[in-house]
């Protein structure tokens, strides 16, 4: 007899790629949803014993997370257990607690329902607010509400650190706590139906190589645990009951960037030098003093660019001389002998600060931003720059300033940089009085004055992210014209090769950190128009170092000077791809898959 097979479709779900790799295996849904808390009336003279209970609660949580700030300091680091600060702060907030209080005087019923009535309206109020730093605290609201109520209510939470096979765990959304403490071996994957790249889910889940997805709406509603799937965190999907085909492809890629990745691990420790003995500095961009395990397991000279922003960032008080130090002073003593090139804040464009009151613009690109800002906050500006100029004596600190347009910009934070020093001569402090001080160039004027500019700095290092954008006047954050976002534009190339020339004639090194830079095609370009260092994101630098130890510099050399012969962006990029293909074609592969994850990244940044 037969029976009739129910045919399982395959279902894509897309979401925000938050930490790339790819995972197959089975769905563990983690119920990170609040229960539903009826209301029940208390009589008013049990009001004080419904108080007490609200109080116990409230150290029992606090208990609670210090532990668990405990344990993570011990596994991850300080900074990670920091992100708990924003809980406790939470549980001592005088104006949640009196409202949860005067409600139950008010309406007589049990405090978990009052409590969990109160939550929700604080974390709706904060989920609201257009800001990434207000909308992360909704979650910590979420997080910390969830807790106490636990703690209320006597019911134990699902843990994700007891589990007794892989799992892709699947939820509404996770917290830090939930990521930091949960199974790494058994969690090979996850992905949440709400936040962001920059949640801090998606920056634990990238520091501890666990592929991730986040943003898929209704995710944890629509799947059941036990479900096969494959989480692609490169392209942000997830495929659910693949296919036999699908499921195929997947594990060759896997196989195939795994053997490959293997492969480019062997070269951790050689230099980037060309086949025939031409060497370059190839970096590291980072963004927080965490990310440096990834800078050293994946054999980066050092740090190109230190991105300082994030300090300021997911708080509400402005970090101190103390803060900015410790980290930057951590960071060199990791990367030493290499180098750690700290740029000074370049807030606006598209990263905002709530608590700074900047206002609005029309054109925030084009705005009041990073070193324009800077010079008029001197405040802000000197706290960064005692810290950088404090923690130089550790000798492999050097500093940059952002989007310098012009000699008058630049002498005046050059003239900022000496008052401090003097500052702090006066004070007695020691500093490295011979710091290396840079520009980034990556706005026109800029790189069309690098000669007069180069008089004044010791080194360059060239932000494409930001120069394709103005060169081209194209928004690097709008997807509907991503096409025109040409790095191999010869307007592009043209601007890039004057400042290296103006650089050299001047007599300082020129750098690249915009994300040309990790582009192996374009590296090749850039290694033949003689750029002296490359930093990239630590996880690409393998990819570049295998690009540059596969050429001659004087093959590189050729392509440069060929492509300026050429007109067409595309005639560049194929003829780049031609040599890339010749020295590594295995590259060209894993490429094509990563090309389409920083499409998407970049598309998701507009969002
Ligand atoms: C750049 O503009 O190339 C750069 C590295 O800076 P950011 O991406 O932080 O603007
Ligand atoms: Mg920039």
Redesign the pocket.
Known sequence: MKTKEKIIREKTYTGIPASPGIAIGKVFVFDSQEEVILSRPVQKDDLPKEIARFEDALIATRREILNIQKQIAQKMGLEHAEIFNAHLMVLEDRALIEEVIKRLEKEECNVEYIFQQVIRKYSEIFAQINDEYLKERSSDIRDVGRRVLHNLTGKKRDDLMHLSEEVIVIAYDLSPSDTALMHKERVIGFATDIGGRTSHTAIMARSLAIPAVVGVHDLSIKLMTGQNVILDGNRGVLIVNPSKSTLRSYQVERERILVFEHKLETLKDLPAQTLDGHKVVLSANIEMPEDIHSVLSHGCHGVG?Y?TEFFYMNRTDLPTEEEHMRAYKEVAEKVWPHDVIIRTL?LG?DKFLSHLEIPKEMNPFLGWRAIRFCLERLDIFKVQLRAILRASTSKNIKLMY?MISGVEELKKANNVLEDVKQELKEEGIDFNNDLEVGAMI?IPSAALTADILAKHVDFFSI?????IQYSLAVDRVNEKIAHLYQPAHLGVLRMIRGVIEAGHQGGIWVGM??EMAGDPAMALILLGMGLDELSTSPATVPEIKKTIRSVRFSDAKDLADEVFRMTSTHEIEKRAMKLLQEVTPELVMLNQARAKRRKALRKRRTA
């Not at 932000?463 to 120069?467: A, M, Q, R, V």
Request: charged content about 30%.
């Open positions: 660019l991105r370049d464009g952002p990556e932000g494409t992210n930001d120069l950190c915009g």
